[in-house]
Each structure stands twice: as C-alpha cells, then as structure tokens.
C-alpha cells in the first residue's frame, strides 16, 4: 500500500509522488502492462491481488484466467469448460510459478532423502497415467541438467545418473484388447524415445516373467494363483504386489540401483485408509515413506508430496502425452476407500495432504531408509540424517520377519517360530506366516487347499518364508558371532 507521509523510513512501503521506495520483496506489476481484464477490475473497485499469482505477482493466475475464458464462453455461448484440465480454476500460481512450485517439490524430496545418487541408475515405472507421466518427465530433466553440469566441469568427477523406463504387462491377468494394449505400448515407446538425450532404455515385462523364463508355463500358473482368490479386494492386491515382483526383477536383470514409483499424496491418502481398514496398521508406516529398501533394489517416492490435481495440471499445461492401457477402476474396499478420499478432498482441498501427514508422524521402520553407501561423504551426510530424525543403525536392529505374500513387517507376537522338515510347510506354518490381511482375503478358506495354493506362489514370496523362519536367529547369531567358540577351540 502506498505512503502519504514525506517522513515514513518503513522499508516496507513505496512512496506514489517520486518512487523513490519499492517494494523489493513483493514488486508490484507495471501499470503500463496491465491487462484490460485487470484494468476492468480495478475501475470496477475489485481487489486486483486475487487476479496475479501469489508467487511472482506480476502473471494472470490460472484462478484468474480461467475464470475470464468462462466468461467469455458463456457470453459466446460456447458453455465455459475453459478447457484447462478441470482444476486449474482453483490454483492461484500462474503457469510458470505453478511448474516451478510443483518441481521442487519433487527436488526437495530428492536432495533432502539422498533419494538419488550420481552413480545410480533408476528405472521408472511407468502405467501411463499422469503420476508416472511427471515423474518421468521431472527425472529427465534432473538428468539432464546433471549432463550440463557433467559437460561444463574440467575434471568430470561425478557421473551422470542413469534412468531407464519399464511398464509391467498384466495383459495376461486382464481383459485387454490385442489391439488397443500394441497401440498404448507404441505410444508409451514414442513417449520415452522423444525424451532428449541422455537415451533411455524402455522395458515391457510381463507379469508372468517373475516365474520362469517359459511364458506359457508362467501365465498358466499366474492364471491358476489368481482364480485361487476368491476375494475381489485381495485379487486387486495380490496383483499390486506380483507388479512389484516384477519390477524388482527387470531391475535386478539390468542392473538398476533403484526403483522409482510415482506414487503421489493422493495415492497414500488411499493407502492411509485401507490399510487401516485391512488391519494392515503396524506396517503402514513402512508403505508411505520415501524410502522403502525391504526389497533388494530400493523403492522410492519422490512425488510422495505431490498431489494427483495438480499432476493432472501439468500434464494439460505442458501437454505431457498419457496412455491409457486399461480402466484401472477399484472394487471392493478399495473402490470404497478411492471414492470416499475423493468425496473429502472435493469438500475440502487439504483433506488428503493432511491424511498424510497425520500418518506420516507414525514411526518409520530401519529398512525406510537408504541402505549405508561406500563413499565416506555420503556416509557422513546419512549419519547427520539419523541423528536429526533420531533413526537407529541399521546393526542395532533385528531384522522384520515379513509376510511372505505383502511383504509387509509382521509384529513379533505374530510371528510363530516353526521348523522346516524336509523342506515342506504345512498349512498352518503357511498360515502363520502371512500378515492378518493376507490370511483373510488373498489365502483360501479351505485349509486342504493351503499346500496347493502356496506351491502356485512365485519364488521370491516361497522364499521368504524360508527367511522369516531364519531371519532373526541368523542375525543373532551375527551378533554374537565373536563370542562364539569354533569347532577347533577346546574352551581354555
């Protein structure tokens, strides 16, 4: 606001007359360039504030425009959709500002969890939608100005990361037209190639790979495991974590050190309530955090504060191409959750950011972090982060016995120590071995079918439980492997 008196000294104001204060930290639009909308506004005794970007102050906000292309439509009777993506009538940035904000985000998320590392190489889901879509694209560009830097430095001691781009084909566990699934990889491929340099490999793997290298033999036995299901939630979910399988297995086959998801706040917001639901709460933490290094190539969510609106917004203000392969709709209690987050977040817009954050205050488990790197600098900087979030060494910690189907943490009073003879389960070892979520929607009800069911499971989830049985005393015996006497030692 502007200051009549000759003899203010505030910093904070600018005088009308001469000019001779400005404001430095919010500048204020030229009245030369102001637009005939916001000159109408001000003739008309309107606040021109809520018209600019809260940010730069000087653009249109897409608030703002899209309220003038509404108007202009329905004046033109041309019915004011404005055509801007649906939810750009609600943020306040302008385009620019809107990028930049949303950017770093995912920035910040990196740098501030050593997410990813100049000698990584990441690879990046990608199902087509608008999550995975920006976070592609948001990866590309951090790649790329690591290249410049890379170029313009004289002695090129920092790599370049590698980023390569896979897409799970579950063509074969849902209904799919031939035609329409070869035109949406197509698209996905172009999508990827058009990328600029540095090239990215692209992946299409089959869900069915996670058996055996005989794709017959692997959809049969897939087919078989999910008809075995009879819940239709536990299908849905059964089916999240043989993706992830697969994921894992591309990963491990050439050679990437992380797998990065586009899982977004409005996704976790939905996996808050499931789980909860589920009875899944002791391992919800380790779900929503930005690390997740249970799996052997480590998962990571650096769009973890993003929500999926303004994802959308930037796929329409960047014209960022997305695939649709199928109609991913939820039944069951995840339908129920999905429209019932939807419901919130349209009531009240912070709904889901705050569904996260109430979540995210539960304590995270050792495995949601970073394992401990090589590099002497990188280990100091992760022993600053354990201090400031007061994290345990990895090597003062037992390790989770974990369900061998979700591979969620098991509570220790769940877990019942069993022994393997001649390498067979029973149906009650393989009960005792799964999570309360998984025992009651994906295991069958018949306990004759138990055996049968678990000799359909992949071989990473047969053996993981091999290793909750003799996980936790092999890390006791590590523990106390120096106290130990070996078989040539008589004791004296």
């Not at 204060?21 to 001000?42: G, Y």
């Not at 109609?327 to 339908?335: E, R």
Request: hydrophobic letters at 35%; proline letters at 5%.
């Amino acid at each position: 606001m502007a200051c009549n008196s000759a003899t203010c000294q505030s910093g904070g104001c600018y005088r009308e007359d001469n000019g001779d204060k400005i404001d430095d930290q919010f500048p204020q639009p030229p009245p030369a360039v102001a637009t005939e909308s916001t000159q109408q506004r001000l003739s008309n005794g309107k606040n021109s504030d809520s018209a600019f970007c809260i940010k730069c102050k000087l653009k249109e906000s897409m608030a703002a425009a899209f309220s003038s292309s509404s108007a202009s439509a329905q004046v033109t009777g041309g019915g004011g959709g404005g055509g801007r993506g649906g939810a750009s009538d609600s943020s306040p940035y302008c385009g620019d500002c809107f990028r930049s904000n949303l950017y770093g985000k995912f920035r910040l998320a990196v740098t501030s969890n050593a997410l990813i590392s100049p000698s990584d190489n990441v690879l990046v889901a990608f199902s087509g939608g608008p999550s995975s879509r920006v976070a592609i694209q948001f990866v590309h560009e951090m790649q790329m100005k690591a290249q410049k830097n890379f170029d313009a430095s004289r002695d090129r001691s920092l790599p370049v990361f590698g980023v390569g781009v896979a897409f799970i084909d579950e063509s074969s566990s849902i209904s799919i037209p031939a035609e329409k699934f070869s035109q949406a990889v197509e698209e996905m491929r172009l999508v990827v190639s058009n990328l600029a340099p540095p090239v990215k490999e692209f992946h299409v793997v089959s869900t069915e790979s996670i058996y055996s290298s005989d794709s017959n033999n692997g959809r049969n036995r897939l087919k078989e495991l999910l008809n075995a299901v009879a819940d239709v939630t536990g299908k849905e979910d059964l089916l999240v974590h043989l993706r992830m399988l697969a994921l894992q297995k591309v990963a491990l086959k050439n050679g990437y050190t992380k797998v990065l998801l586009g899982t977004c706040t409005s996704r976790i917001a939905c996996r808050v309530l499931e789980a909860t639901v589920k009875g899944q709460g002791y391992s919800l933490a380790a779900d929503i955090q930005y690390v997740d290094a249970r799996w052997e190539i480590p998962v990571i969510l650096p769009l973890r504060d993003c929500l999926a609106q303004e994802l959308n917004i930037l796929c329409s203000l960047d014209s960022l191409k997305t695939v649709e392969v199928h109609n991913d709709h939820h039944s069951g209690i995840n339908a129920l959750i999905t429209s019932f987050v939807k419901l919130l977040q349209e009531e009240n817009p912070s709904r889901e950011s705050t569904i996260v954050r109430t979540a995210g205050k539960l304590t995270p488990f050792h495995f949601n972090r970073m394992p401990e790197p090589d590099d002497c600098n990188m280990q100091l900087a992760s022993q600053r982060r354990q201090k400031k979030y007061n994290l345990k060494p990895n090597e003062s910690l037992p390790p989770e016995s974990p369900c061998r189907i979700c591979n969620s943490p098991l509570k220790k009073s769940d877990v019942k120590s069993y022994k393997l003879e001649n390498q067979i389960m029973s149906a009650e070892d393989i009960s005792n071995g799964c999570c309360t979520s998984c025992q009651f929607q994906i295991l069958p009800k018949d306990i004759s079918l138990l055996e049968h069911f678990y000799s359909l499971l992949p071989p990473q989830m047969a053996a993981r439980g091999e290793y909750s049985c003799l996980g936790e005393d092999r890390w006791l015996r590590e523990q106390i492997q120096d106290c130990l006497l070996s078989d040539t030692e008589d004791g004296t």
